[in-house]
Structures are given as C-alpha cells and as structure tokens.
C-alpha cells in the first residue's frame, strides 16, 4: 500500500502534521489536497484506493476540527459585535450623539416596519419625483430608505430617475453595491411601469486617444494574468464594457505607457516610481502652458510624496483639499517666531528667525544665536505673549506677516494672507480654548495639521484616484498602480442572496487551503468572498483611465529580474492589455497611441491663448523673488470644487491686478481694547483672588483642581427623572482623568457619603411642585409652581463692565403659567472645611468662605435674573459645602 517512497514520504509527513495538530501541512502538502481537489494521482502515479481511504479518514477528522474551529469564531465574532454594539449605542446616547450611520439605519427600520409609511397619515409629504445620482455607490441599508420612496414615486403618478455607472464603483469599503443597479429592473417590474434603462457611451470628455485606450484595456481584461484568479469577474466586466465612443472626434490627444527606472541597490522601488512620476508630470506642465496636469495615485501617502518631490524641484503643486500652511517657508518662519513665545530656549527656532526678516523685532542677532538668549529677546517674546492675549492672534500675526511677506514669493504671500484669516477665525473662536490663548503650541499645531486650499490653484495638482472622481484634467500622469490587487482577505464572508435582500449568513474568513472542508454551498459563498475587492480595483482604473481629456501617461514600475509571472496588480494589468507582450524592462516606453498629434511629443496642440500660471517659485542668491502678476488665473479642471477665499492684503504689500484693494480701519483711541470687550468670569469676582505661579506648577494642587472637576462631574449627573448615576458611571467618567485611577474607589465612596447627607440629599431631590417658602414674599405668593432643572448652565451677559460668562452647578427655575417668577442657583463647594468642622472654629471657617464666595454668588445672582427677566430678589442663592454638608442661603 505505502511501497512507493514518495507515498511513504508524504505518510510519514502527515503522520507527525497530525501528531504536531499542524492543519496548514496536511492541507496543503501531500496527498490531503490532492484528493480534496478531486485528483486520483500523486507524483504522476494513481493513488492506491486502500491509501485514499485511510486519508479519507483523516480529512473527514481535519473537517470536524476545522468547522468547529470556524463555529467557534464566528460566534465569538457575533457576540464581540453584539456587546460593541450594545456598548457604542449606550456611549452615543448617553452622549445625546448620533452617528450618519444611525440615522440611515433608525430610517431604514422605521421603512422596514411601517413607521416610514404611517407617516404619510400623518400630513409628512414624499417626494413625487426622485432623482438619485451616483446610484453604483448606494449601499443596502440606504436602499431600504430609498426603496419606500421609489414604490411611492411610481405609484402616485411619479417618477423615478436614477443615473449610475458600474464602472465606477470605488466606494465598496463604504457600503456600495453596484449590483442594485442590475436589481432596479425586477424591483419596478411588479409596479405599473416597467423601468426604461438607458446606456450612455459618448464621452464629451476624452480624445478619442484616451478613449481607444479605455476600450483597448477593458475589452481584452479577460486575457489579463493578473485576474486569472478571478476569471469570472473579469470576463463579465469585459463583456459588459460599452465601446466608448468621442464625441469629440477633432479633439487631439496621446497617451504613454511607460515605465521608470530600475531601484539601484538601496533605493526603494516606490520612492523611484513616485519620484519619476513628479518629474514627468514637471515636464508635461511646462510642456503645454495653460493646461491642467493631474497626478493620479492611489493612496495618499503617496500623493505626499509626489507633493514633496515637486517642492524639492522648486515647483508648486496644490493637493485636493489643501495642504497645512505650514507648507509655505514664510508661514514656518512666523511658526518659529510663536513657537519661541512657549520655548524661547529653543536653538533651532532662535536660529530660523534669527536669520530671517524678523530677527530685529525679536531682538535676535545671526552672529549670536546659537549663544545665550539676549535679554532684548527675552523682552521682545514677552512683548509678543502680551500683545496676544490681549490684541488677539489676528492682529499679531498680520504685523509678522507684514514684515515677513516682503521677501516671501507670490505664492508665500497668498499662504500668509491665509495665515492672518486662520488667525482671525482662532480669536473668533476664542482660541478653541483658553489653553489656545495662552499657549501658542495649540494653534501652532492647527496650523500645521489642518488642510487650507491655496486660493489660486496651481496647474499641477496630485491626489487619489477616489478623489479624482467626476473631475476632468488636460493632462494625466496615472501611477502607484503596483499595489497588491487583494492586499488582504476579508475578515468575514457575507451570504445574501440579491443586493435588495438582508444578509442571509454571516461567516468568519476561512483561509484558500481550508475551504474544501466547508460544506459546498459555503465554498461557493468563501470563493466568491474577494469579487467585490477585484470589481472595484477594476473599477478604480478606469477611473483613472477617464480623467484626462487629451494627454495620459501610465507610469509603472519595470519588471524585476526574478519575475516568473506577471504581477497581480493593476499595473499587471495594464502590462497584459495594451502592449502586445507583457514584458517591462526599466526605463523604457512600452506603448503608445496617438490622434492627431504625435504620440512621442510631450506638447499638445494649443486650444487656449491663456498664459500659463508659472509654478515656480524661484530662489535668487538667498532671496524668494515673487513671479510677475498675471492679468488671468490658470486654466482649472473642470468640476474642480471653488478654491478658499483668501484673506484681505497684508499690510505693505504690493497692490496687484488680481487683488482687493485694503481696507483701512480706523484706530481706536488711546487705552482702548483692540481684540473685543472686556470678558472677566464670577470666580474672578471672589474676594482677593490670586494664583500664585508655585501654585499653578504644585503637583498637589493640580491634582486637588483634577479632583474638583471630577467630583462637579459626578454631582451633574444627578437629575430628576432617572436615578443616581451607578458607580459604572462614576467609573466611565473618572477615567477621563488617568492621573486619578488609583484614587478613583476610594473618591466614589466619599463621594456617596457627601450625597447621602440629608441636607445635600434634599437639594438634589425632585422638589414638590410648590414654591419654596424661601422664596415665598410680599411680591410673590406661595402656591403651586412648576420647576425645572438647568445643570451646567452655561451663560454670558452684558453686566455694563464687559461680558460675564460662566457655567452655574445647578440651576432651578421656577415658574407660572409658564413664566419664570423665580429661581434658584446652587453651587457646590468640595473645599475642606479643616479643623472641627462641627465647633466654633468651624462655624468661623464656613462664614469665611462664605464672605469669599458671595461675590460669585452675586455674579450669578444678576446672570440669571438677565437670563430669565427676573427681580435679582426672586433669585435665592445656595452655597453646598458638600464635605461637611452644609447647605448656606446666600440671599442679599
């Protein structure tokens, strides 16, 4: 039975596979896989019927391992998803947030259960006409929204008109399915009117240069080696890809397939691939003045990198969405000049502005900057810290700017521009904090991270294919296509019987070499499981084939040495079906086409007389020196979205043709507030008020104030209509604070001690709906009232010395006939009284910080009587001392 070596072999191989419980072996080695594939013969010969029942044997014992393997994780998978579920919906509630996701799905059930439809018994009116766009991207769960509306439409004499295109379908890792454009027809065949499906194959976009090679591609992608895998996907893409046709048939244009050089050892193929990329797109511009030039990539780390390879050479390249200001040298001088407010030791940034236009108002000398820090400097960032806090970033920085912008390009001018108007919206949003008015490194931060659109765009633009989408460029430089086609498997596998239905099973990845163990129908549901990753990686390229209208070169990387088998990447791809052979050698150009021009021309014949928008901002001995004006802006791709507005000129700059004239304000009087009206808060108000800086840096008094905030959080939580928080809650809350999680239990039980206090229990208690006799006086008559509870309330007044702003602990308004006719502010204290709270040193200490707090209790006192129109008398006023549980009423 085992008397041929290589049988005895393979026994002996899975023998000590099973004894070592190594699964991957016996099923992909050996005798296992062969029969699991059907085959009768191993090393050429049959297999003995004697030896494939003993191996029958052991599969039939690898497939009770492996499924209840695969069972296992998936219900562990299924109540992870349960209990992530359960945990976010209780988090975003608790929050009062709701998620996009939520809504599409708390809509999506109400259609599914005849809430949507009882609606329409209620007044709410549908639409009668639905127009959807862009319907490949639809996802399910929005279909069963869409659905309701569609049966409505077509019913009530309506109608329903969708426009949606397969071939585009790149959003699948958001839900898209393509496939309910091919359900559309059966959906609609029940109704009275059958749907009219029209397809459109004219371009009005591309030369029929561009289109020829759209055509070329998609009409031999069922030879592609690359898809081999996946046979099924790419013969039903090829077969159903519409010819496309030009309607603009005079309209020249070329496209290239062409390949960068081979990495030297050391060098990173990528890096060489995206490098080549900037340079062609470089020459391309320059090439055809006026014309738009897109770099299409697929991931945008990778179009960084094309940006930071165009700005090494000295060229401007704009990415869709902006790039941080920080991009700008003149911008990062300014940055230096903030950062050394917080940091003035800092060498590196004393030597950026040292040597720069601002070293004299700072105070700093080039010969002396790596030395001591003069004390001129010293003055001078001090001077600056004031001046912002009290001027406010917006003013600061247009001063900077003005000094700085004089030796900045065009380009450093525009960036600046953006800099004063970001700086403007900081003070505006009163710095997102107050930490942000002090400090200057939050804003610093914001500067460098968020995205600015450059309000004059350059003729060089790079971003990812997905963002690309629907937009339109003269010319298109398409590369980084070398990315795995299936980077990797699906964490799960979903069986759904059509696109209109809900998800039938659900079932955790199974790896390629186990799947014949599964029971057939879920081999079929596992095989199928990476379709939709090849459809829309098919799709993403022909995205990036359509977006240039007359010029495209595909940049690819050259094939390796030891290459035995054409890439399974989109570039693979390409590789199989435009050139007729699919060799790639470096730097070598393996295809063209062309209409009408000269495929190996780099220029395109001119069909604009706008002057080109030069993308270079020179450097002259040291100097950036600005471009001349231009009397237009560049030519931009159409559908682009509208630039940013820039900011008004900075003060000193040059008037151009292109720009607003300044506005000139007038200047306010000697000692007058620049930035906006006094603000001061209640607790500013308290009797002798100073924080000494020991104070502020004591680690202990941080961690007292850590403690405050934490226990005012807890007392929030108390309301009237649900019980006291758990200590779930008080744990949740606490762990926003990870400097106390050693003090957390400890903290909760004092804390339940505080509450129980019947005088503290009292106040936070629903109230009986009587005014208080408290409140009760000549003007006002006791009798039933009706209260309500305000917590946090947060509120900023005029009180005629500036704006009064502050948040109260607890607030209880009560009221008559729906007006308020009085209220109550309770503000709790978590100060240690010391000593024998309950004697008379007590009693001295509680009467002392009574006197302390009634001017902010006062504060309070006047923002609520604005707030709600009330006499301040109508407006009582606790102080809960919830250490020793004293509740003092602060009326007066």
Not at 307 to 333: C, F, H, M, T, Y
Not at 556 to 581: F, N, Q
Request: proline share 8%; with cysteine.
């Amino acid at each position: 039975m085992f008397d041929d070596s290589r049988v005895a072999d393979a026994r002996d191989a899975a023998i000590t596979a099973l004894e070592q419980s190594d699964w991957k072996s016996l099923l992909s080695k050996g005798i296992v896989p062969k029969l699991l594939a059907g085959e009768t013969k191993y090393q050429r010969k049959p297999i003995d019927p004697a030896v494939a029942a003993a191996y029958w044997t052991i599969i039939d014992l690898l497939k009770s391992v492996i499924l209840a393997r695969t069972a296992t994780q998936t219900r562990a998978f299924r109540d992870l998803l349960d209990r992530y579920s359960a945990t976010a919906d209780r988090l975003m509630a608790s929050d009062g947030m709701v998620s996009f996701d939520d809504v599409t799905r708390l809509v999506g059930s109400a259609a599914g259960d005849g809430t949507l439809d009882a609606a329409r018994w209620r007044g709410i009116r549908f639409a009668k006409h639905l127009l959807i766009d862009e319907f490949q991207d639809t996802s399910p769960s929005q279909w069963r929204v869409l659905e309701r509306l569609a049966e409505h439409a077509v019913t009530a004499s309506g109608s329903f008109f969708a426009v949606g295109d397969r071939k585009q379908a790149i959003y699948g890792w958001r839900g898209g399915a393509p496939e309910l454009i091919d359900a559309l027809p059966d959906f609609f065949a029940a109704g009275k009117r059958p749907l009219v499906s029209l397809d459109l194959a004219a371009s009005y976009r591309s030369s029929p240069a561009i289109l020829d090679t759209v055509n070329r591609v998609f009409e031999r992608l069922a030879r592609a080696e690359p898809l081999a895998d996946h046979a099924g996907i790419a013969a039903l893409a090829s077969s159903k890809f519409p010819r496309h046709q030009a309607a603009r048939e005079a309209l020249p244009g070329w496209v290239r397939l062409r390949t960068c050089a081979a990495p030297e050892e050391g060098q990173k193929g990528t890096a060489l691939l995206l490098a080549a990329a900037a340079t062609r797109a470089a020459v391309l511009s320059r090439a055809n003045p006026g014309k738009s030039v897109g770099v299409l990539v697929r991931t945008n780390k990778a179009a960084e990198l094309v940006i930071a390879e165009l700005k090494r050479n000295g060229i401007v390249a704009s990415a869709e969405g902006g790039q941080p200001l920080a991009d700008s040298p003149a911008v990062e001088l300014v940055l230096s000049a903030l950062h050394l407010v917080d940091h003035p030791s800092d060498a590196a940034a004393r030597f950026h502005v040292a040597t720069s236009p601002l070293a004299s108002l700072l105070g700093l000398d080039p010969s002396g900057a790596a030395g001591e820090i003069p004390a001129a400097c010293i003055t001078a960032l001090d001077r600056l810290r004031r001046a912002l806090v009290d001027d406010g970033y917006g003013p600061v920085l247009s001063r900077l700017a003005a000094a700085v912008g004089t030796a900045g390009s065009h380009r450093d001018l525009r960036r600046l521009e953006q800099l004063v108007a970001a700086a403007r919206e900081w003070d505006m949003a009163g710095g997102r904090s107050r930490a942000g008015l002090v400090r200057t490194a939050p804003f610093i931060h914001h500067c460098r991270t968020v995205n600015v659109a450059d309000p004059v765009v350059s003729p060089i633009r790079v971003m990812t294919i997905h963002k690309a989408k629907g937009l339109e460029f003269d010319l298109v430089v398409l590369t980084d296509l070398d990315r795995k086609l299936v980077a990797h498997p699906p964490r799960v596998v979903v069986d759904r019987k059509s696109p209109l239905e809900p998800i039938h099973r659900i079932l955790v990845h199974v790896s390629k070499e186990n799947q014949p163990l599964l029971p057939p129908d879920w081999q079929e549901v596992c095989a199928a499981a990476n379709d939709p990753v090849i459809r829309e990686a098919i799709a993403t390229l022909y995205v990036g084939l359509t977006r240039a209208a007359q010029g495209m070169e595909i940049l690819i990387r050259p094939a390796t040495e030891k290459e035995r088998s054409v890439p399974k990447t989109l570039a693979g791809v390409i590789r199989c079906t435009l050139p007729e052979t699919p060799d790639a050698p470096p730097a070598t150009i393996l295809w063209t086409h062309g209409h009408l021009t000269d495929p190996a021309d780099d220029s395109l014949p001119a069909d604009s007389p706008v002057a080109p928008a030069p993308i270079l901002d020179s450097v002259e001995h040291g100097s950036m020196s600005a471009p001349a004006p231009r009397q237009k802006p560049p030519s931009q791709a159409r559908g682009t979205t509208a630039p940013a507005s820039s900011a008004p000129p900075l003060p000193g700059a040059a008037a151009t043709g292109d720009r607003p004239a300044p506005i000139h304000l007038r200047p306010l009087g000697v000692g007058q507030r620049r930035r906006a009206r006094p603000r001061h808060t209640p607790s500013a108000t308290e009797e002798g008020r100073m924080t000494t800086a020991p104070a502020l840096l004591d680690s202990g008094s941080r961690a007292a104030r850590s403690i405050g905030t934490l226990l005012h959080a807890w007392i929030e939580q108390f309301g009237w209509d649900a019980p006291p928080p758990g200590d779930d809650l008080l744990r949740r809350i606490a762990s926003r604070e990870p400097g106390l999680a050693p003090d957390v239990e400890p903290l909760i039980g004092a804390f339940r001690v505080m509450c129980a206090n019947p005088a503290v229990a009292s106040i936070l208690a629903a109230p009986a709906p009587r005014l208080p006799e408290r409140l009760v006086s000549d003007n006002l008559a006791a009798g039933p009232a009706e209260p309500s509870l305000q917590r946090e309330q947060a509120f900023a007044i005029d009180d005629g010395e500036g704006t009064l702003e502050g948040i109260i602990d607890r607030l209880v308004v009560w009221r008559r006939s729906g007006h308020a006719v009085a209220a109550e502010v309770v503000d709790f204290k978590f100060d240690a009284i010391g000593g024998d709270e309950r004697g008379a040193n007590g009693a001295r200490i509680r009467a002392e910080k009574s006197a302390f707090y009634a001017p902010q209790l006062q504060a309070y006192r006047r923002a609520v009587a604005a707030l709600h129109a009330l006499d301040p008398a109508r407006v009582s006023c606790q102080l809960v001392f919830m250490r020793s549980g004293d509740v003092i009423t602060m009326d007066g």
